[in-house]
């Protein structure tokens, strides 16, 4: 019997027999037809936990536009609210983790509500993983312009006097206004009606058309009516005033220094863990990079946010230190959401 005929080396692959060639290859590793491609191959989704009008929409479509310029890819903006940003974390934790699906978060459905919720359909804390962190938003306490106070002081004043008169809306349930309302009745022994809301927008419709007393909300939304003068604005939080309020004071300012109206937690963007190394790192890099253009930054200070843009590892310190701070404020005003 003839010995079988073996092809010079170089010789193409179709000169072998078919069998032969079908089992050669059966040796060679079969990688996914996403890994031979560079991120990102096709367009992105930013999902944001609100409906439209709100700050967290603002900004994720200056964000948006932004990225997708550096890209080279359409960035998609996609709202998701309800059950207070519950749907669409949970929509991106369980997304494919190629990197096209981001999540534009606030605090509550990545750190409040794991104490508010007996169980959540996520863990934020495995399910997820940050990007970078954002923008850091001021926050302003605020009335419809028909209720006589001029500062904290002066509401505080009007609500001892008014037991149950008043309402203070939220943009949801464990989110830092909601935790900042509880704490004002806890410590100073009032009580309010607290509206949740499926984000902003809603709520400063029923705080314009009076339906709603109270509101603590982000510059970002409230300071053109405030300047208009259908809103009164009676403090805002943190440790210096915000550029766009310049002439009002901040709580610790009239003399209220609860910890509270110091607590600042940012907007981040996160994507469902398993991403390659590579997207995130892409990822992250770009945010830096797009957050640092004059430009930019300049339309982020005008809609009353602060951009950070910090790395990925930056923005994950940062959220392991702020996560046990925000669950230990929510246990001991004894919040639950279910």
């Known amino acids: 019997?003839?010995?079988?005929?073996?092809?010079?080396?170089?010789?193409?692959?179709?000169?072998?027999?078919?069998?032969?060639?079908?089992?050669?290859?059966?040796?060679?590793?079969?990688?996914?037809?996403?890994?031979?491609?560079?991120?990102?191959?096709?367009?992105?989704?930013?999902?944001?936990?609100?409906?439209?009008?709100?700050?967290?929409?603002?900004?994720?479509r200056l964000l948006g536009s932004g990225l997708a310029h550096r890209l080279r890819q359409p960035v998609v903006v996609e709202n998701r609210s309800g059950a207070n940003g519950i749907l669409a974390t949970d929509h991106v934790a369980k997304s494919v983790p190629d990197g096209h699906t981001l999540l534009l978060t606030t605090a509550p459905p990545i750190t409040t509500d794991l104490a508010l919720y007996r169980k959540l359909p996520y863990d934020p804390r495995i399910d997820l993983q940050m990007i970078s962190d954002i923008a850091h938003t001021h926050l302003v306490l605020c009335t419809h312009a028909d209720i006589p106070a001029h500062d904290f002081k002066g509401l505080l004043t009007l609500m001892r006097q008014n037991p149950d008169s008043y309402?203070?809306?939220?943009?949801?349930?464990?989110?830092?206004?909601?935790?900042?309302?509880?704490?004002?009745?806890?410590?100073y022994g009032l009580r309010l009606l607290h509206v949740s809301y499926r984000g902003e927008s809603p709520m400063l419709l029923d705080l314009l058309s009076r339906q709603l007393s109270i509101a603590m909300g982000s510059v970002t939304t409230l300071h053109t009516h405030i300047g208009s003068g259908r809103l009164s604005a009676l403090a805002q939080t943190g440790s210096r005033r915000c550029h766009l309020l310049p002439t009002l004071s901040t709580f610790a300012e009239q003399g209220f220094l609860d910890p509270v109206f110091n607590i600042s937690a940012p907007l981040s963007l996160m994507v469902a863990s398993g991403?390659?190394?590579?997207?995130?790192?892409?990822?992250?890099?770009?945010?830096?990079?797009?957050?640092?253009?004059?430009?930019?930054?300049?339309?982020?200070?005008?809609?009353?946010?602060?951009?950070?843009?910090?790395?990925?590892?930056?923005?994950?310190?940062?959220?392991?230190?702020?996560?046990?701070?925000?669950?230990?404020?929510?246990?001991?005003?004894?919040?639950?959401?279910?």
Do not use: C
């Not at 092809?7 to 990688?31: D, S, Y």
């Not at 943009?171 to 806890?186: D, F, K, R, T, Y």
């Not at 339309?299 to 046990?324: D, I, K, W």
């Open 275 to 338: 991403t390659s190394a590579e997207a995130v790192q892409r990822l992250s890099d770009e945010v830096q990079a797009l957050l640092q253009e004059p430009g930019i930054r300049q339309r982020f200070l005008q809609a009353g946010a602060t951009p950070v843009g910090n790395s990925a590892a930056e923005a994950g310190a940062a959220y392991a230190r702020r996560l046990p701070v925000l669950l230990a404020l929510a246990q001991a005003l004894g919040l639950k959401a279910d």
């Open 167 to 187: 309402s203070i809306g939220s943009w949801g349930v464990g989110s830092l206004p909601h935790l900042m309302q509880a704490h004002i009745e806890s410590t």
């Open 1 to 60: 019997m003839s010995s079988p005929r073996i092809p010079p080396q170089g010789a193409p692959l179709l000169n072998l027999p078919r069998r032969r060639l079908i089992l050669g290859l059966g040796a060679l590793p079969i990688r996914p037809a996403q890994a031979l491609r560079a991120f990102p191959w096709k367009p992105v989704r930013l999902v944001v936990q609100y409906p439209p009008g709100g700050a967290s929409d603002t900004l994720a």
